[in-house]
């Protein structure tokens, strides 16, 4: 079977997540600047990074925690690429679902936009 090498479409977001390295005993806290079902980048200053390192990280979607493994696929001094490391059908829903919760929260406010330039013009 043949795989993609394009990343999957990223969805813009400003989403602030704790992570862990694997081997870290302290949670840092990041922000998830885009998204896809393959991967996301997170923006950290300060912290070095290292390909294939594992994160874990911990983000709130609809009012419940979620956590999602990761291993970084590339850094430089303003984060990280990440590539998720789904191990169920599960982790694949969570990103799926933030994905979804941006994605409507965007139509709702267009909308409401929209309304408000109807009622201009």
Known sequence: METNK??????????????????AREET???????SLSGAFLEVRGEGFRANEKLHLRFVVGGRERTIAACVIWCNSHGCGVKFAPTNNRDVQIVDDL??????SREGRRSVLDKIFKKVS
């Open 99 to 104: 994905i979804y919760f941006v994605e409507n």
């Open 29 to 35: 806290k990041g922000i998830l600047k885009n998204i």
């Open 6 to 23: 394009f990343p999957a479409p990223r969805t813009a977001l400003y989403l602030e997540v704790g992570f862990k390295k694997n081997y």
